[in-house]
C-alpha cells in the first residue's frame, strides 16, 4: 500500500528531546481566546487519559511528537510549561494549537442565528496539531458506533499501550502508543476494547505508513485529506474530522455524519430531513469557513426536536 502514496518529502525534525524546554514560558494569548472551546474538539470523553483541565483552568495535553512523548500545561494566566522528549515540538507550534493561524474575522454570518452565536462564542478559535495520527486514530474508532463506546475504546487502548504522560502531569495521563505500538496489538485486545476487525485494521493500516500520512499536517486541507483516504477503511468523514485538527481547517465539512445535516438543516432552514447535499448547499455561502459555520451551529444548541414515537396497536393494550 505503500506505493500507492507520491514520493516522501523531505521534513525537518529534532529528534531526541534536544531542544531545550523552558520551565514556564508566556504564551501570545489573545484576550478573548476560550481554552475550552478552541481545545475542545482534541478531547475524547472526560475520561481522555491524554486530555486534562485542572481546578484551576489549565489544560493539560499529552501528545506522541516526530521528536517523543510530551506534556504541556497551559494556564489560562498565560503562560505555557512542557515536559518530556517532545516538549520542544510542543511549545514550538503552541501557538498555532491556540489558533494563531485561525483567522475568525473572515468568517462573515449570514443567518441571524450564526451571527447571535459568532458573537457569543468570540472566544473560538480553529485549533491546529500538526499531528495527523493522534486525530486520525481516534476518528477512526469512531466510525459506525456511539461516540461513548468510541472514547471507551480509546481509553482502553492508550492506558494500556501507551506510556505515563512525562513531567508532573495529573495522575491517569498517558500518551497513546507510537505507530509500532498500534500496530503489534493483538486481535484479541482489540476485541477487548470493542473494536471490531474493519476498524482495527483500518488503524493498523495507517500505523504501518504513518510517517507518510504525518506529512499532511504540511499539506493543503484538501491535498492532505486525499493522501488520508488513500489508506482502504479512511473515508470522507473520517478524514474531515482529522484533518480538521491536524490543518486547523476551516472549510473542511464532515459528510457522511448521521446527524449534522438534520442538525445544519434545521437551524438554518428549519429542514431536519436534510442530506449531505441539502447541507453542502445550505452552507456554500460560506464556503471557505464552513466547518466554522458547522461548529458555530453545534455551539448554538439549536438542534432539531425529537420526534414523539409512533404508536402502534400494542402500545394501547390495557388503556
Known sequence: MAGRFPPRATRTTTRGGHVPVPASAPVDIHPDLDLGLTLGPLRRGHGDPTFRVTVDGSVWRASRTPDGAGTVRVGRDGRA????PGGGWLMARLPALLGAEDDPGAFVPRHKLLALTHRARRGLRLTRTGLVLESLIPSVLEQKVTTDEAYRSWRVLVRK?????????????????????????????????????????????????????????????????????????????????????????PDEVTTGDLHLPGIVGWALAGDRTADDAAMLELLAPYAGQRHRAARLILLSGRVPPRRAPRMTPGDITGL
Do not use: C, F
Open 161 to 249: 499501550y501507551g506510556e505515563p504522560a512525562p513531567g508532573p502531569a495529573p495522575d491517569g495521563m498517558y500518551v497513546m502508543p507510537d505507530a509500532r505500538g498500534w500496530a503489534l496489538i493483538p486481535s484479541w485486545e482489540w476485541h477487548r476494547a470493542n473494536v471490531d476487525g474493519k476498524r482495527s485494521a483500518t488503524v493498523v493500516r495507517a500505523a504501518r505508513v504513518a510517517a507518510r500520512l504525518e506529512e499532511a499536517a504540511l499539506m493543503p486541507p484538501a491535498e492532505a485529506r486525499k493522501r488520508l483516504e488513500l489508506v482502504p477503511g479512511v473515508g470522507a468523514w473520517t478524514s474531515a474530522e482529522t484533518i480538521q485538527r491536524s490543518n486547523g481547517a
Open 81 to 84: 510549561e512542557a515536559w518530556g
